[in-house]
C-alpha cells in the first residue's frame, strides 16, 4: 500500500542548532512532494513543495527539503532554527494521477528558548 | 488568513446522530477535499469533489457522504456517529497540485 512515514514523532532542540526532518514514500511512480507546517492554534501552512527540476526546493522561513528519489525521501532541513520554530510538521505526498495526498503522521518539534 | 473557512469550528455530537460540516473554498477554486485527522495522526482522505461530483473518495464508509454546491461550497455528512468518528476535519481548497486548509472542525463523539 501506497504510505509516507516520518522518523520522528518528537524531536526537541534548543535554538541555533541545525534541523533535518526524515519523510519517505513508498511508490514508484511519480510523485509531487510537500511539507506542511501547523503552529499552535493555527491551520495547515504549506511550507515548500516539489514537483519537478532542482531536487533542492527551498521554502518559506530558511526552510528548504531535498528529493532524492533513489531513496524515495524528501527530507526537511533548517541550518539554525528559532523558538518561533515550535510547531507539527506533515509530510505529504502525491502519487500520480492519483486526487488525494497521503500523509505521514507528523512529527512535533519543540525548540527550547 | 487561510480564505478557507469551516463550519462549525467545534462540534459535541451523540453515538448514533448524524452531522453536517461545511466548508467555503477559497475564491476561485472549484475544488474540495475532505481529511479526517486522528489525535496523533495525519490527515486521511475522505473525497474530494469537483464540479459538484465526488470525483475520487478515500476508504471510508458510506456513512461519510459529501455534497458541492453550484457556488463551490461544500458539505461534508456523517451518519450514524461512532465514537471513533471523533477527529479533526479539515477542508481542503484544491488549486493545480496544491493543497490549501481551513482551521478545521473538531467532531467529538460522546
Known amino acids: 500500500a501506497q504510505s509516507v512515514s516520518q522518523h520522528n514523532h518528537h524531536v526537541i532542540l534548543s535554538e541555533a542548532a541545525s534541523l533535518e526532518l526524515g519523510c519517505n514514500y513508498s511508490?514508484?511512480?511519480?510523485?509531487?512532494l510537500f511539507w506542511y507546517v501547523q503552529y499552535p492554534g493555527q491551520h495547515l501552512q504549506l511550507l515548500l513543495k516539489?514537483?519537478?527540476?532542482d531536487p533542492l526546493v527551498k521554502g518559506i522561513k530558511g526552510f528548504e527539503a531535498e528529493f532524492i528519489k533513489s531513496k524515495f525521501s524528501f527530507n526537511l532541513r533548517k541550518p539554525s532554527v528559532q523558538w518561533s520554530d515550535t510547531a507539527e510538521y506533515f509530510c505529504?505526498?502525491?502519487?500520480?494521477?492519483?486526487?488525494?495526498?497521503?500523509w505521514g503522521a507528523g512529527t512535533k518539534l519543540i525548540i527550547k528558548p | 488568513d487561510a480564505g478557507v473557512t469551516q463550519s462549525p469550528t467545534h462540534l459535541i455530537k451523540t453515538r448514533g446522530q448524524q452531522v453536517t460540516l461545511r466548508c467555503s473554498p477559497k475564491?476561485?477554486?472549484?475544488?474540495v477535499s475532505w481529511y479526517q485527522q486522528a489525535l496523533g495522526q495525519g490527515p486521511q482522505f475522505i473525497f474530494q469533489?469537483?464540479?459538484?461530483?465526488?470525483?475520487q473518495r478515500g476508504n471510508f464508509p458510506d456513512r461519510f457522504s459529501g455534497h458541492q454546491f453550484p457556488n463551490y461550497s461544500s458539505e461534508l455528512n456523517v451518519n450514524a456517529l461512532l465514537l471513533g468518528d471523533s477527529a479533526l476535519y479539515l477542508c481542503?481548497?484544491?488549486?493545480?497540485?496544491?493543497?490549501?486548509f481551513g482551521q478545521g472542525t473538531r467532531l467529538t463523539v460522546v
Open positions: 511508490y514508484g511512480g511519480t510523485v509531487n
Open positions: 516539489y514537483f519537478s527540476g
Open positions: 481542503a481548497s484544491i488549486s493545480g497540485q496544491e493543497a490549501f
Open positions: 469533489y469537483y464540479e459538484e461530483e465526488e470525483r
Open positions: 505529504a505526498v502525491h502519487m500520480d494521477s492519483n486526487y488525494q495526498l497521503i
Open positions: 475564491s476561485g477554486h472549484d475544488t
